[in-house]
């Protein structure tokens, strides 16, 4: 991810300034500032795909009451931060068709490249999980086909753990993906 000038400006601002940007340029808000995303890789683009129809399908199995979201819908963090994952799930009531953006997701995932490994390590991370709703912070390597699964259990605590392939449990929701189906057709 590359910087923008250097605007200052608070999530309501950042949202509807970034839905008057021209198709195609998208950005994220960390701590004030305007992030601008780095064009995406044919591969990247197939992982996150791959993840989204995984969870959708899991989800559908299971008769969650959740929705799988791709790229393209922004998770609020706070009044100074939104990013835009790869995918999320939400549960609970389903969201208006015109909603732009979610605080409350229970699974975030983020598909690693070299522009945004450091900031999905590091500052989302932390503040994907300052959201109370946030069980599972996945980051995915396409590149290594590794999921690092960040989970947060009832006490609060952060395990971690890579998952080469076999199952993933993701309770919440109630459901279970195969870490191959991120990688493969």
Known sequence: ?????????????????????????????????????????????????????????????GRCDCEAFGDGFSVRIDERTVYEPDALVRCGQPIADDAIETSDPVVVIEVASPSSQALDTGAKLDGYFRLPSVRHYLIVSGKDRTVIHHDRGQDGRIETRVIRSGPLALDPPGVVVQVETFFED
């Open 1 to 61: 991810m590359t910087a923008l000038p250097k605007l200052r400006m608070k999530a309501d601002d950042f949202l509807a300034w970034a839905m008057r940007q021209p198709g195609g340029r998208r950005c994220e808000l960390a701590d004030g500032e305007i992030v601008a995303m780095s064009p995406e890789r044919a591969g990247h683009t197939r992982v996150k795909h791959r993840i989204w129809l995984s969870l959708r399908n899991a989800l559908r199995e």
